[in-house]
């Protein structure tokens, strides 16, 4: 049993910041991926950034220089730091890690965590 919940967002002004955490409870699986997406109101659910077990990172070119993942080991905990923040980047934001499941892997999701980047 692992659960996965997002916390940190809100309103924010253009040009402002955020930091979303993604807080690990339960059973701790080693985790191959970690990663943050994204679904804004009628869109598709979309990938935001990675980090791999070894710490490789990848981002969307829409937040690329703007946001960055990270993760505190012994905290359980993963971040999303949200710098220069635009108005399209309003959205649900959900946390996802991959994990170990049998031979193959399987995928566990947070609620989501609301941000709103408006003046």
């Known amino acids: 049993q692992m659960q996965l919940v997002e916390s940190g967002g809100g309103l924010v002004q253009p040009g402002g910041s955020l930091r979303l955490s993604c807080a690990a409870s339960g059973t701790i699986f080693s985790i191959y991926v970690m990663g943050w997406h994204r679904q804004a109101p009628g869109k598709q659910r979309e990938w935001v950034a990675t980090?791999?077990?070894?710490?490789?990172?990848n981002y969307a070119d829409s937040v690329k220089g703007r946001f960055t993942i990270s993760r505190d080991n012994a905290k359980n905990t993963g971040y999303l730091q949200m710098n220069s923040l635009k108005p399209e980047d309003t959205a649900v934001y959900y946390c996802?890690?991959?994990?170990?499941?049998?031979?193959?892997?399987?995928?566990?999701w947070g609620q989501g965590t609301q941000v709103t980047v408006s003046s």
């Open positions: 980090m791999t077990s070894g710490g490789s990172t």
């Open positions: 996802n890690a991959q994990i170990p499941s049998g031979a193959g892997i399987s995928s566990i």
